[in-house]
């Protein structure tokens, strides 16, 4: 660990390199970051050798979050009792805290992940910056290659993914931004690796040698341990050296049988050293991994080329206006819940998000101010995160995120779509509105609409919405909605913000429907309300159902904007 001085002091924020591609990678390589040990530590207690100052509370919150994404993102109360070690009191008041929090949910006896969680992985890949620099050039060479292309950076021992541009297809990779290997059985593990010191290299030998070895990597396929796994161990130093002389690397089935890859570093601008790691991903059934070095690997050094213009043409982001308050909303919370809401443990996760693309290095003081924290609190929130290697300490006494922040629900959510993401709003709303609710996109030529998402009404009668459906878009008030923003005849759809459509379909069912946007404001799908004349009046529908369905919009357009900030959103 740091000194504690580290947290005692400032200095000016944006100082030795903030806003810069060094900055970008700071704490990647985990320098400050804690040991291997971090990894795991979270569930029951603090872990030994844990600061006096550390925030129980806040790493019991983290091992919760943690062991919920280790399953994929559900697990039972019971489930997450056993995982975690914690009192079945305890795991429900920190369940209970992160879905006030909006970062998980209740599904049945379930805890799930919500999309709002992404918003801390969110804030990491913003201070970044490297995937919103980079992402469009590695999209490009997908597309070109019709191959996966995915963007890496280092994490301890291991490397993380932070951009993933997969190919759907029926044998396809799976990994997801957030994922974490082990160095050496990618090959960008090998290319990270030629920058490791001796004391990186005793650590990966350690954590290697011990018993749980690839345990921690919950991202591999079920055969975690390959039957080879000692000699990948004795032959990584050798594949790092060739890595170090020849600038590339490759991965012939080293994650699993069939999967091949090339890598080729980005390094810094400013510093020369590697930032991420671009690689090119496939199947043997389409190239072996010789082919990989003739074929492929020279446009993957040519985008890795463009990659590296990119990084040396970008502008340091100036910082807006720097949040404030970001925690005060947690006082509230305490006194309407009590007990039930652990304040320290919302306290400490709201801190992870003051950092952002215009502040991705921060002070105390800049925490204290973003939060409304104390400056107490704020330096144990920060010590804490520091002993979970959530947060690094800078030579400049300011602190920057690491990647271990994906470890916090991002994986699971980063695959979502927007049905599935819609679909717990689309059941809480039929449920209060005793009326079936639907979601629904335009097919390609814009003739018709396709239902997407849909939840029933507990009633005798109801009208039943069946996945896949198509219906004339012009006939129905969610074609009429998504089809407003381009139909000059619908201008009265557009600029009310929803269709109602009465008995032109069916006699006797009337529909209501209002848009859901996405970032660019374009409306990416509709959301319906459907009833029966008898049951309500025209009127009863605009007062009674619209600003319920309204507000169901907002709930979905928010979660979209959350999820898709930094990984791309199917609408069906």
Not at 174 to 201: N, V
Request: some cysteine.
């Amino acid at each position: 660990m740091p000194a504690m001085t580290s947290v005692d002091a400032d200095a000016p924020a944006g100082t030795a390199g903030a806003g810069t591609v060094g900055a970008r990678t700071a704490g990647a390589a985990g320098a400050g970051a804690g040991t291997v040990g971090a990894r795991t530590a979270g569930a029951a207690g603090a872990g030994a050798g844990a600061p006096a100052e550390v925030v129980g509370p806040l790493v019991r919150g983290v091992g919760v979050l943690r062991r919920l994404t280790e399953a994929g993102g559900t697990l039972s109360p019971s489930a997450l009792e056993r995982a975690t070690g914690l009192a079945r009191s305890t795991v429900d008041r920190i369940t209970g805290t992160l879905s006030r929090m909006g970062y998980v949910r209740a599904d049945g006896r379930d805890i799930v992940l919500a999309p709002r969680v992404m918003e801390l992985g969110n804030a990491y890949l913003a201070a970044l910056r490297l995937p919103a620099l980079l992402d469009a050039r590695a999209d490009a060479l997908a597309d070109e290659l019709d191959e996966s292309v995915s963007l890496a950076v280092p994490d301890l021992d291991g490397i993380r993914f932070i951009h993933q541009a997969t190919r759907r297809r029926a044998l396809s990779v799976s990994f997801r931004i957030g994922d974490l290997l082990p160095a050496e059985r990618t090959a960008p593990g090998a290319l990270f690796a030629t920058e490791w010191t001796g004391q990186d290299w005793t650590r990966w030998r350690e954590h290697r040698s011990g018993t749980a070895r690839d345990a921690t990597f919950f991202a591999l396929p079920p055969r975690a341990e390959p039957p080879d796994h000692d000699a990948l161990i004795d032959t990584f130093p050798e594949r790092v050296e060739r890595a170090r002389r020849g600038g590339w690397a490759l991965d012939d089935q080293l994650i699993e049988p069939g999967l091949v890859a090339v890598s080729v570093p980005v390094r810094d601008p400013g510093t020369g050293r590697v930032a991420c790691v671009a690689s090119v991903v496939s199947h043997t059934s389409r190239h072996s991994a010789a082919d990989l070095r003739t074929s492929l690997l020279p446009r993957l050094r040519t985008t890795v080329e463009a990659m590296e213009a990119d990084l040396r043409a970008a502008v340091p982001v100036r910082p807006g206006p720097a949040p404030a308050g970001l925690a005060t909303w947690t006082t509230a919370s305490k006194h309407e819940l009590g007990r039930d809401f652990v304040e320290s443990l919302a306290r400490g996760l709201t801190v992870l998000t003051a950092f952002d693309e215009g502040r991705p290095a921060l002070t105390l003081s800049d925490v204290a101010r973003a939060t409304g924290l104390s400056r107490a609190t704020a330096r144990r929130a920060l010590l804490t995160h520091e002993h979970l290697g959530l947060v690094a300490a800078r030579p400049d006494r300011t602190f920057a995120l690491t990647p271990r922040v994906l470890d916090l629900g991002f994986p699971p959510q980063s695959r979502t779509s927007l049905p599935r993401l819609a679909g717990p709003h689309l059941r809480t709303l039929a449920e209060a509105l005793h009326e079936p609710t639907a979601l629904a996109v335009l097919t390609s030529d814009g003739e018709e609409i396709q239902y997407t998402a849909s939840a029933a009404a507990g009633r005798v009668l109801t009208v039943h919405i069946t996945v896949g459906t198509r219906l004339p878009a012009p006939a129905t008030a969610l074609g009429r909605t998504l089809l407003a923003d381009t139909t000059p005849a619908l201008s009265d759809v557009r600029s009310q913000g929803y269709a109602l459509v009465d008995e032109e379909l069916e006699s006797g069912v009337r529909s209501l429907a209002v848009p859901v946007r996405d970032r660019t404001g374009r409306a990416v799908a509709a959301l319906s309300v459907t009833t029966h004349a008898a049951r309500r009046t025209l009127d009863d529908c605009v007062q009674t159902l619209l600003p319920a369905l309204r507000s169901t919009a907002d709930l979905i357009r928010t979660d979209l904007h959350t999820a898709s900030r930094f990984t791309p959103v199917p609408p069906a």
